[in-house]
């Protein structure tokens, strides 16, 4: 008798959170669609404040996880996700063999991070040949007398360099060795450009966290992040001399300067490398990151709403990126974006963007 | 059929029910061998399968880089070039550094927990060592990162530079993360499974024998070297075996603390890798068919690495059993 009530009630209890389920799930369906993206760890304190904000606004919740420039072009090509997003763009061949669009979000710069006794964020001063030598190898002590050269009022220790690179396939990266890449040419000999290289010194952490997180655990270290990293860690970033012979502190402002100057109507799949780019202003180290979507979207309620946030940011975004020092894109180079989508994204044949 | 009962002289019927009964037991028996011998084979297979696989998916890179793959330490994802000799360097050392660590604290904490503690001591600290057990690896990888590593830099690795630094081993500035500080983290988390079974094989010897010994004037250390270890060395070898298979594969602890360089250094305080932390650092991201597949074959080699290992244990608990008159 006992078991049959207690069977009686869990069914009662069953039904009873179905039928309550039910219509909160009805409700629930209006706004709730998940975008699923994947891919840079640069952009990716900027696109979580965004989803955040675009929930809040819209509804829709956008899923990003930070794991890499690689990964996320594997994943979109493998079809786990509904967009990709790299700071290494693909070139027009690969886009088209895959069937993928791609368009850039936002710039940002990469800076380099030091942990060293006395030295704070701004005051470090560091050229292309002084960068490349230390990441080669060829410079190995704080207190190299070219490093001095350039810092006359620091004193510096005698203590020996750390380099701090990234252990996983990254687009920040691909952006960093692009410049080394570019400015030296030893460096071009023996390690060249890419998400991953043959690091000639030093230790790998794992995602642009991974680096700020051993740099400011190793007393005498060196690493690059992405500048919202470094900015939002309160860590020692130090200037870089541009090609123009400036040397200049990190700030919106440069990056801003560096991409200014691209030619985005001329780029083919919007491939663009935006290092050592002249100007006065211009922060060396710049990269923009892109984001990667297939032309055929086989659902078309959840590509519009993928296309719609992406239009929201970046027409809505940039107080936000500004905040976060990313370079939000100017009016003329959205406008190339949306063209792009009512070009290119279909679903069944129907162009999804009007 | 009837039967006679042979001491009250009664007849009973009992043949139909109870022959029916025993050809359903006979029935179920076999229908119990069956399945426990279908599960065994099924985890046979699946091993079977996944070596397969292993062996399948690095055929790309084992044609491009053939034998060349083990000795070579390049890795270098641009010219795709790739080699697993400081992967595998990096796992050997730094399993190597956390047995030698681990052994001796596991052996005295046993010994401390089984023949010189007072009970309750013995029940409490046995009890924290299986805690220590449970920790996902993780936690120990950030901990490591965040806590432990800073510590070996500034109160471990100065002190043996100073002293030891004339040795290879110990040169090289201290970073705090490298080789030496996962040995360490790998030592802390094998100790608790080497621990607890030699404290278990230490219970299991039979106290005859070591009051015979005590008996005939034996200290309390004579005992323990010449009774209690010989008794139960076959079970303590299995529990460093077992500690040594854990340690070869462990990965997030590693990854934090390793610095993921790929690279052969003689110095405990550089950077290196194991082939778990490459493979956990570099898989989800690796798209070219070449890279990936030297990743895969990077894991056929820790599966070998492993299978060598277990033959070794094997054999040499097999020696020991024969040498104490066991076999």
Do not use: C
Request: hydrophobic share 50%.
């Amino acid at each position: 008798m006992k078991k049959q009530l207690l069977i009686a009630g869990l069914v009662a209890a069953a039904a009873i959170l179905a039928a309550a389920a039910g219509p909160a799930a009805m409700a629930a369906e209006k706004t709730d669609v998940t975008i699923r993206g994947a891919g840079a760890s640069f952009p990716y304190p900027l696109y979580a404040q965004w989803a955040a904000d675009y929930e809040k606004v819209i509804g829709a919740k956008i899923d990003y996880q930070s794991i890499g420039s690689g990964a996320g072009i594997q994943q979109i090509k493998a079809g786990t996700v509904d967009f990709g997003a790299t700071d290494a763009p693909l070139k027009i061949d690969d886009l088209n063999k895959a069937g993928l669009v791609q368009f850039p979000m936002t710039a940002g710069g990469v800076v380099l991070i030091v942990n060293v006794k006395g030295v704070t964020a701004g005051k470090f001063n560091l050229s292309p040949f002084v960068l490349a030598q230390v990441f080669l190898g060829g410079i190995s002590n704080w207190n190299d007398p070219k490093i001095k050269e350039l810092n006359p009022d620091l004193t510096l220790p005698d203590l020996p360099i750390t380099v701090v690179h990234r252990a996983d396939s990254s687009g920040t990266t691909w952006i960093f060795t692009s410049y080394l890449d570019k400015v030296s040419k030893t460096w071009h000999e023996k390690a060249g450009a890419d998400k991953a290289v043959s690091w000639p010194t030093g230790v790998g952490g794992k995602g642009n966290e991974g680096v700020s997180a051993y740099v400011q655990r190793v007393d005498g270290s060196i690493g690059y992040v992405e500048y919202a990293y470094a900015a939002q860690n309160s860590l020692a970033y130090t200037n870089l001399k541009n090609q123009a012979g400036k040397m200049l502190t990190p700030s919106i402002d440069t990056f801003q300067a560096a991409a200014a100057n691209a030619d985005w109507k001329n780029a083919p799949g919007y491939y663009m490398v935006l290092v050592d780019e002249p100007g006065d202003n211009s922060w060396p180290i710049t990269g923009a990151t892109f984001i990667l979507i297939y032309k055929d979207q086989t659902d078309a309620v959840k590509a519009k709403a993928m296309l719609e946030f992406f239009n929201w940011s970046l027409t809505n975004g940039a107080p936000t990126a500004t905040k976060l020092a990313y370079v939000p894109l100017p009016e003329s180079l959205v406008k190339m974006i949306r063209e792009t989508w009512s070009k290119e994204v279909k679903a069944v044949g129907q162009a999804l963007w009007k | 059929m009837a039967i006679i009962d042979q001491v009250s002289g009664t007849t009973a019927s009992y043949a139909p029910k109870s022959i029916e009964k025993a050809s359903v037991e006979r029935k179920l028996d076999l229908a119990f061998k069956w399945f426990t011998a279908a599960a065994a084979l099924f985890i046979a297979l699946i091993m079977a399968g996944i070596v397969a696989n292993l062996i399948r998916f690095s055929l790309p890179a084992m044609k491009a880089f053939g034998l060349k793959f083990l000795a070579d330490s390049t890795w270098n994802p641009v010219t795709e070039r790739f080699g697993a000799a400081s992967s595998i360097y990096g796992t050997l050392v730094s399993t190597a550094l956390a047995v030698v660590i681990a052994v001796p604290l596991s052996l005295a904490i046993a010994l401390f927990l089984v023949e010189l503690a007072h009970p309750a001591v013995s029940r409490v600290v046995g009890g924290a060592i299986e805690l220590l057990a449970a920790i996902p690896s993780i936690i120990f990888g950030m901990w490591g990162l965040f806590v432990f590593a800073p510590f070996v830099a500034k109160y471990i690795e100065p002190p043996l530079h100073s002293t030891l630094g004339w040795l290879p081993l110990f040169q090289g500035p201290p970073m705090g993360i490298g080789m030496i500080t996962a040995g360490m983290i790998l030592a802390l988390m094998i100790l608790p499974y080497i621990t607890a079974i030699t404290r278990d094989v230490l219970q299991m010897v039979p106290p005859v024998i070591k009051e015979s010994a005590a008996g005939i004037g034996s200290t309390k250390w004579e005992v323990t070297w010449n009774v209690s270890l010989p008794y139960g060395m076959s079970g303590i070898l299995g529990a460093i075996f077992l500690g040594l298979g854990r340690a070869v594969g462990e990965t997030m602890a590693v990854t934090f603390v390793i610095g993921n360089d790929h690279r052969i250094a003689a110095s405990l305080f550089a950077a290196g890798n194991t082939i778990a932390s490459t493979l956990a650092n570099e898989f989800a991201e690796a798209s070219e068919d070449t890279y990936r597949s030297a990743l895969i074959e990077l894991g056929l080699v820790l599966f070998l690495i492993t299978m060598v290992f277990q033959v070794v244990a094997h054999l040499w608990l097999r020696r020991v059993q024969k040498t104490s008159g066991r076999r």
